[in-house]
């Protein structure tokens, strides 16, 4: 089976920076995904991790630990607009194609 | 590219009822998946179609869930007979070969 673990829940304040851990075990472990969820819309996709190490994308950035089984959102400049939920997921190898399965995900309050 | 397109958006329906989500997804991707997203379970893979071919449906929760891709432009996600428990936003999402997700705006299912 597979376990992924975040906070189910962060605030921070407006211009700050963030860090949303996820932590997992897996079994075919084959890449990370993170996702972004605002209230009432679907997931869009923010950035995916397959070696360890940081991905920098703007004010995102997202960081890789294969054989710690851990990943971290690093979010700075923190923006009202970034107030929404955090998906971690999980690539996993299966026997004819990989699967993606989510974390519960993490809901950011952002404070001004 | 109009993205991933589900239909309908809201449905409500009374118990014992049959439910038929549709999904068209990304043209030229070759992966399409069905979840299921509750406050209290997160985002669940119910299943995934690879070349229209379903590849893994151990997320479908019990055999009144079916799903069907007769092409690659096509696929429906069934529920007979539907009870309350049922009830949450159904996401269709369609990738290439399991790399990003794209995620249709999905079909929020509530039964009576």
């Known amino acids: 089976g597979q376990n992924i673990d975040q906070p189910t829940e962060m605030t921070a304040t407006e211009g700050a920076i963030v860090q949303i851990n996820c932590t997992y075990q897996?079994?075919?472990?084959?890449?990370l995904f993170w996702y972004q969820q605002h209230a009432g819309e679907a997931p869009t996709f923010l950035s995916y991790?397959?070696?360890?190490g940081l991905e920098e994308k703007g004010r995102f950035s997202s960081f890789l630990s294969r054989s710690k089984g851990y990943s971290y959102l690093l979010l700075k400049e923190l923006q009202m607009k970034d107030s929404a939920s955090y998906l971690c997921?999980?690539?996993?190898?299966?026997?004819?194609?990989?699967?993606?399965?989510f974390g519960k995900g993490t809901r950011l309050h952002i404070l001004p | 590219d109009a993205g991933v397109i589900q239909s309908p958006r809201h449905e409500v329906t009374e118990m014992g009822q049959e439910v038929t989500l549709r999904c068209k997804p990304i043209?030229?991707?070759?992966?399409l998946f069905w979840y299921r997203q509750t406050m209290m379970r997160g985002l669940e893979l119910l299943i995934y179609?690879?070349?229209?071919?379903?590849?893994?449906d151990s997320g479908m929760p019990e055999d009144r869930f079916s799903a069907k891709m007769p092409n690659a432009s096509f696929s429906t996600l069934k529920i007979q007979p539907s009870e309350p428990r049922d009830s949450a936003v159904y996401f269709c999402?369609?990738?290439?070969?399991?790399?990003?997700?794209?995620f249709g705006e999905g079909s929020r299912l509530t039964v009576l």
């Open positions: 991790n397959v070696l360890d």
């Open positions: 999402a369609s990738s290439w070969d399991t790399g990003e997700l794209f």
């Open positions: 897996t079994s075919g472990f084959n890449g």
């Open positions: 997921a999980v690539r996993k190898e299966g026997n004819r194609d990989d699967k993606i399965i």
């Open positions: 179609f690879n070349n229209n071919v379903p590849i893994d």
């Open positions: 043209s030229g991707h070759n992966s």
